[in-house]
């Protein structure tokens, strides 16, 4: 079985320069995406990775599980480097509203508890 990472949110600016410290390995990369693919397709040609790009949106985790099982029956995931987050919203604290907290709970917190179960 083929050692693999999981990475979320890899097109984020974190997750696209850790994608570069992949060059020359022999590592399968499963990268989940929300947007910016271009990025990933940037990143892939210039560093040669072995990549799988998954499109996925965090706020609805219903297709979660379907998608791990696929890749942890073909790889070995080793690492994951959950980086999903919302697209950043700045405002003072106290024109913040509960509903925005439960955003990023949803989108930050749930996956990864899915992806460590």
């Known amino acids: 079985m083929k050692e693999a990472i999981l990475i979320t949110g ?12 992949f060059k020359d390995k022999n590592i399968k990369i ?46 070995f995931i080793s690492k994951i480097l959950h980086l999903a987050a919302p697209r950043l919203k700045q405002d003072r604290f106290n024109k913040l509203t509960v509903s925005d907290f439960k955003d990023d709970f949803k989108i930050q917190l749930l996956p990864i508890v899915e992806i460590v179960k």
């Open 30 to 75: 499963i990268a989940l995406y929300y947007d910016f693919e271009e990025r990933l397709d940037k990143v892939v040609e210039q560093n040669c990775l072995d990549i799988e790009k998954v499109f996925y949106d965090f706020s609805n985790l219903d297709m979660l599980e379907s998608i791990l099982k696929k890749f942890t029956e073909e790889y």
């Open 10 to 21: 890899s097109t984020s600016d974190l997750g696209y320069e850790y994608l570069k410290k």
